[in-house]
């Protein structure tokens, strides 16, 4: 079965440093690329950008460029999303999704999802 | 940055036909995607490359797409399609994604 399974729940202070994790199984992890997204409490989805995990390019939204840091270990099929400073908005659930392949090129959009973590900043 | 407005709201009764619609300017050349959320669930894609309907989703779940608009349509929408859903797609750069506004569907 193929799954993104990621890491849990945290809690952390303003100006802390953080990074969660999104686990591949099932699935050839270095052919498909993973995108993160945000959705704060109660508010819609937002795309923040993806890697290819075969050679770690990334692609970011320019709402997230700089803010945070995408990465993947393909030793061990594991992306991550980090901060080095968190901020009390950076509060709200982070999605990891698989783009799929579809007539042998990466996919625009994203078919597997993993369950979420969810981040929560306060002093 | 790039935009996809959608209503914030629509609502039908059971059997009826919901329609949600999704604006961008990049639509006539990029490809429009559609999810469901339903209250504390990960994202479900139920339309992918305007029209087409990935395995398990019932055929109720329709989508199209004209110009700068793009348009889920749920034929004889039934109680368990209550969810929010989110257009989805690419500036015209195909670089950035971007999901929509969101719409909540009730059917009531």
């Known amino acids: 079965e193929v799954q993104l399974v990621q890491s849990g729940a945290e809690v952390k202070k303003p100006g802390e440093s953080l990074r969660i994790s999104c686990k591949g199984s099932g699935y050839s992890f270095t052919s498909y690329w993973i995108s993160w997204v945000r959705q704060m409490p109660g508010k819609g989805l937002e795309w923040m950008g993806r890697i290819d995990p075969s050679d770690s390019y990334t692609n970011y939204s320019p709402s997230f460029q700089g803010h945070v840091t995408i990465s993947a270990d393909k030793s061990i099929s594991t992306a991550y999303l980090q901060w080095s400073s968190l901020k009390a908005s950076d509060t709200a659930m982070y999605y990891c999704a698989r783009h799929p392949s579809r007539d042998g090129a990466v996919a625009v959009d994203m078919d597997v999802w993993g369950k979420g973590t969810t981040v929560t900043v306060s002093s | 940055s790039y935009e996809l407005t959608q209503p914030p709201s629509v609502s039908v009764s059971p059997g009826q036909t919901a329609r949600i619609t999704c604006s961008g300017d990049a639509l006539p050349k990029k490809y429009a995607y559609w999810y469901q959320q339903k209250s504390g669930q990960a994202p479900v894609l139920v339309i992918y490359?305007?029209?087409k309907r990935p395995s398990g989703i019932p055929e109720r779940f329709s989508g199209s797409s004209s110009g700068t608009m793009a348009t889920l349509t749920i034929s004889g929408a039934q109680v368990e399609d209550e969810a929010d859903y989110y257009c989805?797609?690419?500036?015209?750069?195909?670089?950035?994604?971007?999901f929509g506004t969101g719409t909540k569907v009730t059917v009531l």
């Open positions: 989805y797609s690419t500036d015209s750069s195909g670089n950035h994604s971007v």
């Open positions: 490359e305007d029209s």
